[in-house]
């Protein structure tokens, strides 16, 4: 299709064509594990689905074009595609990571892939500057996150980009929070983007899936040959369910936009609520760079409440009834996660503490339910 169609077309029609053989509108679940071939290493390029699967190839296309990025790979997972691109580097690299990421993230950074020899620096990137005070010959690659999971801090992709370029590092943006409505990286500079495609992208928090979107052929080809070697790689059903999703991401992303600024000025004005970290306030640090970078502020928020105790904070958790109290985001539904015991419990007191992920800090993923009753449960729930 047109690579200058908008959004919205895209998301419904890139990478799709209707079944040849019956004109089906939707792909084909095409539910095997090898293919008939005409001579031995002869095939219509599909010989084994570890490597290749006509559905994951129409949802690797359409995921690719919503990015703006001319190859797109899909995982089995979010940290099935982190993983594969830390695989691209040898024992003795180092990586500069956002010092505020998910807790997975540090998790398999520190505890999976430390221990092969490769470093990892978590650093503060409010200023994308300090970057420089980090980089060393061994340096090889720059990880961010923005907006970062579960504080919100933005983090200028255009500057780490000139930065990365300069000392030929590898520009990796997790592009999960904004998904790629609202951002899209590589127009900014970064060499790779990954999606946790479980959130925003799949929509429905019914499948689990990654993905890495990249303009570099280079990267691709070491990325694929990384994909297929290892096997991470999703099934048929995952994939059409993706593709299912992806045809109303547009129109989702405006209601999770338009219902977090709702909560987030709730918040903000309730008396009994201390910290809202919202990218969309014009005092969130960095909200001008946000405003630049992103289409619209998102539906993730984060809070406080005053002076209350962990336990008066797993209270209020446990009394939401619209929300519910569980690990993920970005669904249809919305979701109240307790991050120091759920998504980032792995990461130590002191560490997480030092960003701002306290023992009384809450996460919202705002769905796309009626505004009047996420703001009731809030209130309820609050007391």
Same mark, same amino acid.
């Given at each position: 299709?047109?690579?200058?169609?908008?959004?919205?077309?895209?998301?419904?029609? #890139?990478?799709?064509?209707?079944?040849?053989?019956?004109?089906?509108?939707?792909?084909?679940?095409?539910?095997?594990?090898?293919? @008939?071939?005409?001579?031995?290493?002869?095939?219509?390029?599909?010989?084994?689905?570890?490597?290749?699967?006509?559905?994951?190839?129409?949802?690797?296309?359409?995921?690719?074009?919503?990015?703006?990025?001319?190859?797109?790979?899909?995982?089995?997972?979010?940290?099935?595609?982190?993983?594969?691109?830390?695989?691209?580097?040898?024992?003795?690299?180092?990586?500069?990571?956002?010092?505020?990421?998910?807790?997975?993230?540090?998790?398999? =950074?520190?505890?999976? =892939?430390?221990?092969?020899?490769?470093? =990892?620096?978590?650093?503060?990137?409010?200023?994308?500057?300090?970057?420089?005070?980090?980089?060393?010959?061994?340096?090889?690659?720059?990880?961010?996150?923005?907006?970062?999971?579960?504080?919100?801090?933005?983090?200028?992709?255009?500057?780490? #980009?000139?930065?990365?370029?300069?000392?030929?590092?590898?520009? @990796?943006?997790?592009?999960?929070?904004?998904?790629?409505?609202?951002?899209?990286?590589?127009?900014?500079?970064?060499?790779?983007?990954?999606?946790?495609?479980?959130?925003?992208?799949?929509?429905?928090?019914?499948? +689990?899936?990654?993905?890495?979107?990249?303009?570099?052929?280079?990267?691709?080809?070491?990325? #694929? =040959?990384?994909?297929?070697?290892?096997?991470?790689?999703?099934?048929?059903?995952?994939?059409?369910? +993706?593709?299912?999703?992806?045809?109303?991401?547009?129109?989702?992303?405006?209601?999770?936009?338009?219902?977090?600024?709702?909560?987030?000025?709730?918040?903000?004005?309730?008396?009994?609520?201390?910290?809202?970290?919202?990218?969309?306030?014009?005092?969130?640090?960095?909200?001008?760079?946000?405003?630049?970078?992103?289409?619209?502020?998102?539906?993730?928020?984060?809070?406080?409440?005053?002076?209350?105790?962990?336990?008066?904070?797993?209270?209020?958790?446990?009394?939401?009834? @619209?929300?519910?109290? #569980?690990?993920?985001?970005?669904?249809?539904?919305?979701?109240?996660?307790?991050?120091?015991?759920?998504?980032?419990?792995?990461?130590?007191?002191?560490?997480?503490?030092?960003?701002? +992920?306290?023992?009384?800090?809450?996460?919202?993923?705002?769905?796309?339910?009626?505004?009047?009753?996420?703001?009731?449960?809030?209130?309820?729930?609050?007391?």
């Amino acid at each position: 299709m047109n690579e200058k169609a908008a959004f919205g077309t895209k998301a419904i029609h #890139a990478g799709q064509e209707p079944d040849p053989t019956t004109g089906a509108i939707m792909t084909p679940i095409y539910q095997t594990s090898t293919y @008939v071939q005409e001579r031995p290493g002869k095939h219509k390029g599909y010989a084994y689905a570890r490597g290749k699967n006509p559905t994951r190839s129409a949802l690797e296309n359409c995921i690719a074009a919503l990015e703006n990025a001319q190859h797109g790979l899909c995982f089995s997972s979010g940290q099935g595609a982190s993983d594969a691109i830390i695989k691209m580097l040898r024992p003795g690299d180092e990586v500069i990571a956002t010092n505020d990421l998910y807790g997975g993230s540090y998790r398999m =950074f520190t505890k999976i =892939f430390e221990p092969f020899g490769i470093k =990892f620096n978590f650093v503060n990137m409010y200023d994308a500057s300090n970057i420089k005070n980090y980089i060393n010959a061994n340096t090889k690659m720059l990880w961010v996150e923005t907006p970062t999971n579960p504080t919100m801090q933005i983090i200028d992709i255009k500057a780490c #980009a000139e930065i990365a370029k300069a000392s030929s590092l590898i520009l @990796v943006v997790d592009n999960t929070f904004a998904s790629p409505y609202l951002q899209n990286p590589l127009a900014l500079g970064a060499d790779i983007v990954m999606h946790s495609v479980t959130k925003y992208l799949g929509g429905h928090s019914d499948v +689990v899936m990654g993905a890495i979107c990249t303009n570099n052929k280079e990267y691709y080809d070491q990325l #694929a =040959f990384i994909h297929n070697s290892c096997g991470a790689t999703p099934g048929p059903m995952d994939s059409f369910l +993706v593709l299912r999703g992806i045809k109303t991401l547009h129109v989702r992303m405006d209601r999770h936009c338009s219902n977090g600024k709702a909560i987030a000025a709730y918040l903000r004005a309730h008396p009994k609520v201390d910290k809202v970290y919202w990218p969309g306030f014009p005092d969130h640090p960095n909200h001008d760079i946000a405003k630049a970078q992103m289409k619209d502020f998102g539906g993730m928020i984060s809070f406080t409440l005053k002076g209350a105790s962990v336990e008066e904070t797993f209270d209020m958790a446990s009394r939401v009834k @619209v929300f519910s109290l #569980a690990e993920s985001l970005g669904g249809v539904e919305s979701l109240l996660n307790h991050p120091a015991t759920m998504t980032h419990a792995s990461i130590p007191k002191e560490e997480r503490e030092k960003v701002g +992920v306290t023992d009384t800090l809450i996460r919202l993923s705002v769905g796309i339910e009626d505004i009047h009753d996420l703001i009731a449960d809030l209130e309820q729930a609050i007391g």
